[in-house]
């Protein structure tokens, strides 16, 4: 004698939903963590070290640098202080937003970051940053 249950039988079927949610989180995971991958696009200077430094900027960012003799570059190229603030005038009309990192050299002069900082608020940007090396501590 063969007892049957009083609970319907079911068909097994596989779950797609699930894995497709799993599959968008891998996809995002990656995606999030490529952005931070990107490499610095400046010029190369002595930067300073700090404990709570954040490496790499991304593109479509602006990044300013001086160097030990206070020559000032945007973006690699060598420019002058007015070619400098008609410069940035014209990327904030385009685009208010954007961040300015700016690297100075660690032998640079006080008055030339000083100089260039306030060139960049005359300029409308809010968002301004300071570029430094990682300390290893």
């Known amino acids: ?11 097994t079927r596989l779950e797609i939903v699930p894995l497709i949610d799993i599959m968008f ?14 490499r610095q696009q400046t010029i190369k200077v002595n930067l ?3 404990v709570s430094a954040q490496p790499g900027v991304s593109p479509g960012q602006i990044h300013l640098a001086v160097d030990a003799n206070g020559l000032l570059y945007l973006d690699q190229q060598n420019i002058t202080l007015p070619a400098l603030a008609t410069a940035l005038a014209g990327r904030h009309r385009t685009a208010p937003d954007t961040p300015v990192y700016i690297s100075g050299d660690q032998n640079a002069r006080h008055g030339g970051i000083i100089t260039l900082l306030d060139t960049i608020q005359r300029a409308g940007f809010q968002k301004v940053a300071f570029q430094v090396e990682p300390n290893s501590q």
């Open 25 to 38: 989180f891998l996809l995002a995971s990656f995606m999030l963590v490529s952005l931070t991958l990107s």
């Open 48 to 50: 300073p070290s700090a």
């Open 1 to 11: 004698m063969k007892i049957r249950s009083p609970l319907p039988a079911r068909k």
